[in-house]
Structure formats: structure tokens, C-alpha cells
């Protein structure tokens, strides 16, 4: 689907998302997450073992939802990894970098995330819902 340029420059705010996903006994996962934008797809980055990664490794559905105050955008679509390893953690750095600044994101990167096996998913948006923006 492709995102118009309202959506799209709201969603190059750095806002906090919650990303719904499905756990196996058909009840949702919501977790507060950093994304970004790629072209007129949301990116999300996580740790492989959480269960956010577990649940779309399962089933790929997921929602995204970015709000602030009175005005929301919420993406339906379907996951896909489109990194791991060295590429994953530069997503991870650059979210950082997007939602705390470069010294921060220098830090964590090198203290906790290079330990850690990243992966970064794209959502193929398919459903955009959206108020007042």
C-alpha cells in the first residue's frame, strides 16, 4: 500500500508505537516499540529471542499504531525480517539515534546491542486507519 504524504511525514515524527502481535492462543502482544520509516514501510527492530519475534516468526500479522493526543495512524500488515546480525544492529543504532541522539545511541550500541542478536522487520502495510491526520 502506498502511504500518502500525510501519513508518511507523520510518521517520520519520532512518536512511540505500540506493536500488536498474535500470541499462539489468539490473544495480542502489545509492546511500546521505536520504528522508522522505509519508502511506505514501517521498520521495527527487536531482540530474536523476545516474544514479539517469537509471535510474527509464528504469524506474520501485526499492527502498528502511532499516536499522539488526538491523532493516530494504525498500519495492519504483514512482518518480514529484513535484517540480522551487523545489519540489524546498525537499524537498532540508527532508531537511536533517531529517538535519543547520537551519543546515546554510540553507548548503547556498543554497551548492550552489539550482545545482543537483532532483527529488523518491515511491515507490508495492507490496512491504514487514521484520525485527524
Known amino acids: 500500500m502506498k502511504l500518502d504524504a500525510t501519513v508518511r511525514a507523520f510518521l517520520d515524527e ?11 492462543d489468539g490473544s495480542t ?4 516499540i521505536w520504528y522508522d520509516r522505509r519508502d511506505d ?19 506474520p500479522r501485526v499492527s502498528l499504531l502511532v499516536g499522539e493526543s488526538d491523532r ?12 540480522t546480525g551487523d545489519a540489524a544492529l546498525r537499524d537498532i543504532h540508527d532508531l537511536a539515534v ?8 554510540e553507548k548503547q550500541t556498543r554497551e548492550v546491542w552489539s550482545k545482543q542478536e537483532r532483527v529488523t522487520y518491515a511491515i507490508a502495510v495492507r490496512r491504514l486507519y487514521r484520525y485527524e491526520v
Open 14 to 24: 519520532p512518536r512511540f508505537a505500540v506493536l500488536g502481535t498474535l500470541n499462539e
Open 29 to 32: 502482544h502489545l509492546t511500546v
Open 41 to 59: 514501510e514501517p521498520i521495527v527492530n527487536t531482540t530474536a529471542p523476545r516474544k514479539k519475534a517469537a509471535n510474527i516468526g509464528r504469524d
Open 72 to 83: 493516530y495512524v494504525r498500519l495492519d500488515g504483514t512482518a518480514r525480517i529484513i535484517a
Open 98 to 105: 533517531r529517538y535519543d541522539g547520537e551519543t546515546a545511541a
